[in-house]
């Protein structure tokens, strides 16, 4: 399950996770971040696994953080749309 990832991979990947997901909730985007977590491929995580098993953590901490940075993306957007309709304004 997305919300509890295993600790077993490391500690700074466990605790990018649950910063990752923690956000989400807290902006509403749960199912937003689930489905860029689903599109991010794996395959060469899969391929990095057979080969060298530490290059594995490495390769799923950049997988997490460019997920956490498409979030960042989503955040903006989220908190852009909500100003515009407490302000008014510009609605592009």
Known sequence: MIDK???TIGSELYTA???NMATAQYFGLVKEYSEILNQTPI???IELHKEKPTELQKAQLIR?????????KLIQEKLNKEKILKFGG???
């Open 5 to 7: 990832p295993t600790k």
């Open 17 to 19: 996770r649950i910063q």
């Open 43 to 45: 395959w060469e995580e």
């Open 64 to 72: 997490i953080y460019k997920v956490r940075k498409e979030l960042n």
């Open 90 to 92: 510009n609605k592009k």
